[in-house]
C-alpha cells in the first residue's frame, strides 16, 4: 500500500474513526482507564519493532465533568502529557460545528461538554494527523453521552 491509502478505524465509544493510515501498525488494541477524573476508552494501533512494541497511531475519547470548554481540555491534556502549557504550541482547526486544537503530533477538540477526543501519532504519521482527526465523528447510529 502507498502512504496515501488508509483504511477504516472501526468505532470506539460513540465515535466513528473513518480512517487511518494504511502504514500504521496492524496490531490493535482497545484499553478503558481514568486519570483524575476523566474516562479514558482508547485505540491503539502498534507493531513489532526489533527494539520492541512502537505504537504508530493513539485515539482516545475522553468523558469527564472537568471537561467544560477547549480550555479546559487543554489544561487537563498538559498535565496529563506533563506538558508546560506555556511551551505547548498549538494552532486552531476546524472539527464540525466547533474548533481543535493540533501541534507536535497531536490533535483533540471538545465535542460536547463532558466528551473530547485526542488523537496522537508518531513524527512518520505527522501528515496524516489531521485527516485522520477530521474522519472521526460520532457514529449515528447512538448518542455520544
Known amino acids: 500500500m502507498s502512504g496515501d491509502e488508509t483504511r477504516d478505524g472501526g468505532t470506539l ?3 466513528h474513526i473513518g480512517q487511518v493510515p494504511a502504514d500504521v501498525g496492524d496490531e490493535v488494541s482497545d484499553f478503558d482507564t481514568e486519570w483524575e ?13 526489533p527494539d520492541g512494541t512502537r505504537v504508530d497511531l493513539r485515539v482516545h475519547v475522553l ?5 467544560t470548554d477547549l480550555d479546559a481540555l ?7 502529557h506533563e506538558r508546560d502549557p ?3 504550541q498549538l494552532a486552531e482547526f476546524p472539527h464540525g460545528d466547533g ?10 477538540w471538545l465535542v460536547e461538554p ?15 494527523l489531521l485527516p485522520t482527526a477530521l474522519s472521526v465523528r460520532a457514529d ?3 448518542p455520544t453521552v
Open 13 to 15: 465509544d460513540g465515535f
Open 37 to 49: 477524573d476523566v474516562r479514558f476508552a482508547s485505540r491503539f494501533w502498534e507493531r513489532q519493532t
Open 63 to 67: 468523558r469527564g465533568d472537568r471537561l
Open 74 to 80: 487543554r489544561d487537563f491534556l498538559a498535565g496529563y
Open 86 to 88: 506555556a511551551q505547548w
Open 99 to 108: 474548533t481543535g486544537l493540533i501541534g507536535d503530533g497531536q490533535a483533540f
Open 114 to 128: 463532558g466528551v473530547a477526543v485526542s488523537v496522537l501519532t508518531i513524527p512518520e504519521f505527522t501528515e496524516s
Open 140 to 142: 449515528s447510529s447512538g
